[in-house]
């Protein structure tokens, strides 16, 4: 579950919830119906994406995110406590690479 994810939970919900108190309670028009039917619609699929889960990488800040090529490989093995996620090793990496500038 991702921020956005839950912003788009929010926002598809507050926009049904609009669109509901506005009906007219006598005769719905129906462009009125169909634009409710949208915004529940969209509030159902950020719903789904929350319960997704992780993704392939394992990674809770990029759930589908590309998975680091060099995961598992046993002649370049990663270093102890890196995950799959190519993001955050990636910026591992570039921090690991300013630091030992830093010494010289």
Known sequence: MGYAD???L???LSTASDIAFSLDAAAPAPHEAEQLLEALRRATAAAAALGAGAGATGCAE??????DPLYGDKDDPLPPGWGRCLLCN?????ANAAQRRSWR
Do not use: I, M, N, T
Request: proline content about 6%.
């Open 6 to 8: 839950l912003r788009e």
């Open 10 to 12: 929010q926002s598809a």
């Open 90 to 94: 990636d910026r591992r990496r570039r």
């Open 62 to 67: 990029h759930p589908k995110g590309a998975v």
